[in-house]
């Protein structure tokens, strides 16, 4: 039986198919790694992507909003009811944003957690027999 372990000294191999199996099996255990790790940031990328596009969405609606309520403000109190209104809907509006980004980040920390799990289960498996 032969181990390979990072902890363990030089291994001699005997046989070049051996190394090969080795090398082969060590190499596509750390493409599988690297491709889970670039999906998730990948998925992650997006997320933030669409809590920003629908902030701007968002952003671009109530500014249209506000400025056709502008267009009929005949009185001051009219224009310091309409500031208080919008002024509401902007905090609602970060507030919607805070928690799509916390979100993100719960989804994110979890999938990540998962994915180190994974990993430290393989490392003790990397050992060839």
Do not use: C
């Amino acid at each position: 039986m032969r181990y390979i372990s990072r902890l363990k000294g030089p291994v001699m191999f005997t046989l070049p198919a051996e190394l090969f199996y080795v090398t082969r099996t060590l190499l596509e255990g750390q493409l599988a790694r690297s491709n889970a790790l670039a999906r998730t940031a990948f998925d992650s990328g997006a997320s933030l992507f669409d809590v920003n596009a629908n902030l701007a969405r968002e952003q671009l609606a109530a500014a249209t909003a506000a400025s056709n309520q502008l267009l009929f403000v005949r009185d001051p109190q009219d224009l310091i009811g309409l500031a208080a209104v919008q002024s509401h809907q902007a905090l609602n509006r970060v507030h919607a944003y805070g928690r799509g980004m916390a979100g993100v980040a719960s989804d994110l920390n979890t999938r990540l957690g998962e994915l180190g799990k994974d990993f430290a289960g393989t490392l003790s498996r990397t050992s060839i027999e």
